[in-house]
């Protein structure tokens, strides 16, 4: 009798532990699925600015978690963790770049060029940890030129979460 009640404890505890690994399962999965996050845009035409203005990258590559708007050039994290982001553009000739990189609306970090009667590449990157809501974009200060076509893209906007945030 005393053999069969703790084989049936046994059997129980067994049957808790494995439920609640099946859980912690789905749980792991479900945070796994919600944070794959990556975006990739394009310039598909010319772009002239000559006062701060939000750049919108219009074709878009890569959109995995929805969190880049094409019509409004906005990153809008949907997972706290690590980010990469990395932008670039070509000016037309004689044209300068002068693009900045905003959190929240404060300023982050630029990229600039200007090559007297040539194209100028201006580029930059960073990593940023960002909280759920918090909106990336790229700004033009000053003159801008940058050049793009539908089959020649040289300016783009990217980014990618790198890891997640751990659970608290
Ligand atoms: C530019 O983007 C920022 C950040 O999303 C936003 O607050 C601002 O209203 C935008 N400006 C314009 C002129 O659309
Ligand atoms: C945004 O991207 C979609 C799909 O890639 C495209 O059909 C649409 O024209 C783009 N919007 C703008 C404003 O370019």
Redesign the pocket.
């Known amino acids: 009798m005393a053999t069969t009640t703790t084989a049936l404890l046994c059997l129980c505890a067994v049957t808790l532990v494995a439920s609640i690994g099946v859980d912690i399962t789905e749980h792991l999965n479900k945070r796994a699925g919600s944070s794959r996050v990556a975006f990739s845009a394009g310039l598909t035409t010319n772009l002239e600015l000559h006062q701060p203005v939000n750049i919108?990258f219009?074709?878009?590559f890569t959109n995995i978690g929805d969190a880049y708007d094409?019509?409004t050039g906005e990153f809008t994290c949907p997972a706290a963790g690590t980010y990469v982001f990395q932008f670039h553009g070509l000016t037309e000739s004689d044209g300068s770049i002068w693009m900045e990189l905003f959190k929240n609306n404060a300023y982050v970090i630029s990229a600039y060029s200007h090559s007297a009667n040539d194209y100028g590449a201006a580029s930059n990157a960073i990593v940023l940890q960002l909280a759920v809501g918090d909106v990336v974009h790229l700004q033009g200060h000053g003159d801008v030129y940058l050049y793009g076509a539908s089959d020649e893209v040289y300016a783009t906007f990217n980014g990618f979460l790198l890891y997640p945030a751990k659970s608290s």
């Open positions: 919108t219009d074709k878009v094409n019509n």
